[in-house]
């Protein structure tokens, strides 16, 4: 996989729906991508690539650089190879995860962040940083021919990460809706692997340089036969979401 140090990724978990969480999302991806005049979009989360790269360009602001989206090549590994930054947006992880691999996007993509180039990934592009992308919370609306993600990441992300069960109105009673929660989804995955887990909550980032991630907002770590450890704004950790100094 090549060496994962002195890399550049910002991973988000998506949720920024006030206008505090997107001064937020736009001071940290304005300095993640301040010396990249342009930058790869990678919309195929989506089933609506144009508007979705319009939509994405408008929410960044006028502090981001340009995005170009990369359905509007003839080339896309050609592309990939010549961007200066990639982002990979939001939407359903499965769709995502097939589009990448039939188009063999997984390992150029891989070698330019592990080159140094930033990447930003929100939601399932959040997801597929990781060495798969098991860990998503999405229906498996297609078939992808592999669950292998980029990898750039060591450890699973498991996006718009929440404690408990949703709450919902049962006539006139508030009741707990009786699926599973994320805890305990990925208390199930941990049964087949031990790869550790993080879950970003809504609105949070984490900044991934190969060695130690640091935490903007609130996360909750995940590891084989351990109590889950909430993790707070600022906290540092290393590629086994163990606490590590900054």
Same mark, same amino acid.
């Given at each position: 996989?090549?060496?994962a140090?002195?890399?550049?990724?910002?991973l988000?978990?998506?949720?920024?729906?006030?206008?505090?969480r997107?001064?937020?999302?736009?001071?940290?991806?304005?300095?993640?991508?301040?010396?990249c005049?342009?930058?790869l979009?990678?919309?195929?989360?989506s089933?609506?690539?144009?508007?979705y790269?319009?939509?994405?360009q408008d929410?960044?602001?006028?502090?981001?650089?340009?995005l170009?989206?990369?359905?509007e090549s003839?080339?896309?590994?050609?592309?990939?190879?010549?961007?200066?930054?990639?982002?990979?947006?939001?939407?359903?992880?499965?769709?995502?995860?097939?589009?990448?691999?039939e188009? /063999?996007?997984? +390992?150029?993509? !891989?070698?330019?962040v592990?080159?140094?180039s930033?990447y930003? &990934?929100?939601?399932?592009? *959040?997801?597929?940083?990781?060495?798969?992308?098991?860990?998503?919370?999405?229906?498996p609306?297609?078939?992808?021919?592999?669950?292998?993600?980029?990898?750039?990441?060591p450890?699973?992300?498991n996006?718009?990460y929440h404690?408990?069960k949703?709450l919902?109105?049962?006539?006139?009673?508030?009741?707990h809706?009786?699926?599973?929660s994320?805890?305990?989804?990925?208390a199930?995955?941990?049964?087949?692997?031990?790869?550790?887990?993080?879950?970003?909550?809504?609105?949070s980032?984490v900044?991934?340089?190969g060695?130690?991630?640091?935490?903007? /907002?609130?996360? +909750?770590?995940? !590891?084989?036969?351990?109590?889950?450890v909430?993790?707070g704004? &600022?906290s540092?950790?290393? *590629?086994?979401?163990?606490?590590?100094?900054?």
């Amino acid at each position: 996989m090549g060496d994962a140090t002195g890399i550049a990724v910002l991973l988000g978990s998506g949720g920024i729906s006030t206008e505090g969480r997107r001064a937020v999302y736009r001071e940290l991806v304005g300095k993640h991508f301040s010396d990249c005049s342009e930058v790869l979009f990678i919309p195929y989360a989506s089933d609506d690539h144009d508007s979705y790269t319009e939509r994405m360009q408008d929410f960044m602001g006028q502090g981001g650089p340009k995005l170009v989206g990369i359905h509007e090549s003839d080339e896309p590994e050609a592309a990939v190879k010549r961007a200066e930054g990639v982002y990979v947006g939001g939407g359903n992880s499965f769709l995502l995860i097939r589009s990448l691999h039939e188009l /063999g996007l997984v +390992t150029p993509i !891989r070698d330019l962040v592990l080159s140094g180039s930033p990447y930003l &990934g929100v939601s399932a592009g *959040a997801n597929v940083a990781s060495p798969t992308m098991m860990t998503t919370n999405d229906m498996p609306i297609v078939h992808a021919p592999s669950f292998d993600s980029f990898g750039v990441v060591p450890f699973q992300i498991n996006p718009h990460y929440h404690p408990g069960k949703i709450l919902f109105m049962d006539g006139e009673e508030l009741v707990h809706h009786y699926g599973e929660s994320r805890a305990q989804r990925i208390a199930e995955f941990h049964r087949h692997s031990s790869a550790p887990v993080l879950g970003m909550w809504e609105g949070s980032f984490v900044r991934w340089d190969g060695e130690i991630g640091r935490l903007t /907002g609130r996360a +909750t770590a995940f !590891r084989t036969g351990e109590d889950a450890v909430e993790m707070g704004d &600022g906290s540092t950790f290393d *590629a086994d979401l163990m606490p590590s100094l900054p």
